[in-house]
T-cell receptor, first 112, second 116 residues
Framework: RKEVEQDPGPFNVPEGATVAFNCTYS??????FFWYRQDCRKEPKLLMS???SGNEDGRFTAQLNRASQYISLLIRDSKLSDSATYLC?????????????FGRGTSLIVHP | GAVVSQHPSWVICKSGTSVKIECRSL??????MFWYRQFPKQSLMLMAT?????????EQGVEKDKFLINHASLTLSTLTVTSAHPEDSSFYIC????????????FGNGTRLTVT
């Protein structure tokens, strides 16, 4: 079983749609969680951190469910420019040694 | 915000030569940097953790004698691909954390290596 799992998609949605991605992680000792966005042939860029209390940034909402060991990303009112691969990242480890572990990414395609 | 600079952005080299990739943290000190590799349509794979002033920690299956990592200062880590072969052609990306170990990574812009 992979440590961080994501549905690779692609998720194909029309402009204006709401779309949600989930990411599950296996290590219950995981400490911090993030969503990154990666465009084709570019480096990943931090989208947002994920907290148990939920985190909202404009059209994007991220949530963490520690009991079920998953994080989610909700995108409202999708734009064409939201088309990208969304990477779930989990910092795993303890004792100050946190290794960032990536999911394989979920591809989103927003069409007109 | 934290900036990580990677150089070169792309390189084409002949089989058998060595290529050095630099990763610099421009506005913060990084005792730890991470090197990733990404093949087309695949996920980022951690190759090694670079530790300032000590040996790098390599992931299983990554040859330490082929992928030499040097982290001589708090702002610079280098990855040298020695005796490169076409199968080493990939996108290499470095990253670092500007804050605590629990903080998010910031990535360099990546190096696209093509070995002919």
């Amino acid at each position: 079983r992979k440590e961080v799992e994501q549905d690779p998609g692609p998720f194909n949605v029309p402009e204006g749609a709401t779309v949600a991605f989930n990411c599950t992680y296996s290590n219950s000792a995981s400490q911090s969680f993030f969503w990154y966005r990666q465009d084709c042939r570019k480096e990943p860029k931090l989208l947002m951190s994920v907290y148990s209390s939920g985190n909202e940034d404009g059209r994007f909402t991220a949530q963490l469910n520690r009991a079920s060991q998953y994080i989610s990303l909700l995108i409202r009112d999708s734009k064409l420019s939201d088309s990208a691969t969304y990477l779930c990242v989990v910092n795993m480890g303890a004792g100050g040694s946190y290794i960032p572990t990536f999911g394989r990414g979920t591809s989103l395609i927003v069409h007109p | 915000g934290a900036v990580v600079s990677q150089h070169p952005s792309w390189v084409i080299c002949k089989s058998g030569t060595s290529v050095k990739i630099e990763c610099r943290s421009l506005d913060f000190q990084a005792t730890t940097m991470f090197w990733y590799r990404q093949f087309p349509k695949q996920s980022l794979m951690l190759m090694a953790t670079s530790n300032e002033g000590s040996k790098a920690t390599y992931e299983q299956g990554v040859e330490k004698d082929k992928f030499l990592i040097n982290h001589a200062s708090l702002t610079l880590s280098t990855l040298t691909v020695t005796s490169a072969h076409p199968e080493d052609s990939s996108f290499y990306i470095c990253s670092a954390r500007p804050g605590q170990a629990n903080s998010p990574l910031h990535f360099g812009n990546g190096t696209r290596l093509t070995v002919t």
